[in-house]
């Protein structure tokens, strides 16, 4: 007998497993910022699917607690640790000059 797949229940249990893949979480950043999307939102969404404890162990100068202070609700990450949470994925923020 063939086994089915486990197929996820809801759309974000299908986010949560897609995001498990770096290469699709980079593009889940990417896309996010190019449809002017909440960055804040979309990093979070990625970290929560990979796990907390495991995302941070990938993350330089930035501890574990800090990790879950990002992911909690109603903190202002300073752009520094927004850098730094977007490193494990290849990316970074910075600034352009408009035309």
Do not use: C
């Amino acid at each position: 007998m063939e086994k089915k797949k486990h197929r996820p229940k809801t759309w974000r249990e299908g986010l949560h497993e897609r995001l498990q893949n770096p290469k699709y979480a980079e593009a889940y950043i990417l896309g996010a910022m190019k449809e002017g999307l909440d960055l804040e939102i979309a990093l979070k969404d990625v970290i929560a699917a990979v796990g907390v404890a495991r995302y941070s162990r990938k993350v330089k100068g930035l501890e574990r607690p800090n990790v879950y202070k990002f992911v909690g609700k109603g903190r202002n990450p300073t752009l520094r640790t927004i850098r730094r949470l977007l490193e494990p994925l290849g990316l970074d923020i910075g600034v352009v000059k408009m035309a």
